[in-house]
């Protein structure tokens, strides 16, 4: 097989770009697999606000190379596309974690008028992406892979899955066939648990829906045992159509873990993970203590805030804004976090030395508590160790390992695709 010319969208510091091209930098000793002849070609970037907040561009350009990476807003990029006034180059594949949003069209449109997005909902920049490509040849964009949380598959609260069928409906209407899957990374034995899901769409392919949710690409990439049982959801033809009608009054989601789409239909099922490799956990990652700087210790008057915010809690608390009193209860979390098991989710705002619930403390041998630090977050997520080491602060580095993948996940899902 020759090259698979690969377009990154959404793409923060390059989780997809290294977990499929891999990377070799022998002086700093990083020595990332490819998994397959991939080369990405065009990548995007913007985080929405002032030039200070592009770190994460700058991260991808240090990495990549000067030019790699197009830090515009993708909707003004698309604009030019569009009108034939920005050059994109043609791809094989399209890639990208896309921000989770409300997918919803923004007013009620006549089906004839087709479906609008609206602005910002970032969803609609991709299907305009695949539209472009495919304006320009059939042969583009046969290959595609998303990332998003597994949350999902079962927004919006009211309308329990529209937004995923929404999505289904689009890359249907496309001409694509599509498999998705909700990977929780720790249970593949990488050192964080990581929920979400991976959405692979081929075009022209012609499945068996049911039997290619054990031996589709997802299912090579993450073997499962097989589903105790399947169901079929048909997905509206139109992404209008969708938006107004799908699941009014459904309490679930009809979406599962695992899933099929053929034509308009999709296939279904619970999953059992079947892995009998190698765990990795936390503590694989910890760099020695004598590298860590001091204000990653916490200082002993402060353990009892982060105590309290770690711990179970059931209160009278008062909206300061409107006066209402309500009760608030919440469960303890594990303090500190366990080294000898994968870590819990890291989030954005990993970073700062502010006591949070969510950040992760570990206590070390000689009973001190620390934060985790940066080169830390970086290999929780597979990335080699100091690679958003390029000029942002930690708080920066932190934000930008929040927003990230495990890399190990495209990587194994891109060697599936090969095969
Ligand atoms: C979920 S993160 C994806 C991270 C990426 N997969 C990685 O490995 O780092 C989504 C990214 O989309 C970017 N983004 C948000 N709005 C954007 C826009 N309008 N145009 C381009 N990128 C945008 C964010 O800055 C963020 O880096």
């Not at 006034?85 to 007013?107: H, K, L, N, T």
């Not at 598959?153 to 899955?161: I, M, T, W, Y």
Request: glycine share 12%; aromatic share 10%; net charge negative.
């Amino acid at each position: 097989m020759g090259e698979i010319r690969v377009a990154e969208l959404f793409a923060g510091v390059g989780g997809f770009r290294l977990g499929l091209e891999g990377y070799s930098d022998q002086a700093r000793g990083w020595d990332l697999p490819a998994a397959g002849p991939y080369r990405t070609v065009w990548a995007n970037q913007w985080e929405p606000g002032t030039d200070r907040r592009q770190f994460a561009a700058r991260c991808y350009e240090a990495r990549f190379g000067e030019g790699s990476v197009v830090n515009e807003d993708i909707d003004a990029v698309l604009d030019e596309y569009e009108a034939g006034e920005r050059e994109i180059p043609d791809v094989d594949m399209v890639v990208g974690g896309f921000p989770c949003q409300d997918y919803s069209v923004a007013r009620p449109l006549s089906q004839a008028a087709g479906i609008e997005g609206k602005k910002g909902v970032l969803w609609w920049d991709i299907y305009r992406f695949l539209r472009i490509q495919l304006a320009k040849s059939e042969g583009n964009a046969r290959y595609c892979m998303f990332e998003n949380v597994d949350r999902l598959l079962k927004s919006p609260a009211r309308q329990r899955g529209r937004d995923f069928a929404i999505i289904l409906s689009c890359l249907a209407s496309l001409g694509y066939s599509v498999e998705w899957r909700v990977v929780n990374s720790a249970e593949y034995g990488f050192p964080q648990r990581r929920k979400r899901v991976y959405i692979y769409a081929e075009r022209g392919a012609s499945w068996d829906a049911d039997g290619r949710l054990t031996d589709g690409v997802m299912a090579r990439a993450f073997p499962m045992e097989p589903p105790e049982g399947i169901s079929h959801v048909e997905i509206p033809a139109d992404p209008y159509e969708a938006t107004q009608s799908f699941n009014i009054g459904g309490r679930t989601s009809p979406f599962l873990e695992a899933g099929v789409m053929v034509g308009n239909v999709a296939s279904t099922c619970a999953v059992t993970e079947r892995y009998g490799g190698p765990r990795a956990t936390l503590g694989d990652v910890l760099v020695p203590d004598s590298e860590v700087p001091p204000e990653f210790y916490v200082p002993p008057e402060q353990v009892p805030r982060w105590e309290y915010l770690k711990g179970a809690k059931r209160e009278r608390r008062v909206n300061k804004a409107t006066g209402f009193e309500y009760s608030y209860s919440e469960g303890a979390m594990a303090f500190p976090d366990p080294t000898d098991r994968p870590s819990r989710t890291i989030l954005t705002g990993e970073g700062g030395t502010g006591p949070s619930r969510f950040k992760h403390v570990i206590a070390r041998p000689d009973g001190r508590l620390r934060r985790l630090v940066p080169d830390e977050l970086d290999q929780l997520q597979g990335f080699p160790r100091g690679w958003t080491d390029t000029g942002m602060t930690d708080g920066q580095r932190a934000f930008c390992m929040g927003n990230a993948l495990v890399v190990g996940i495209p990587h194994r899902i891109g060697r599936a695709i090969l095969e």
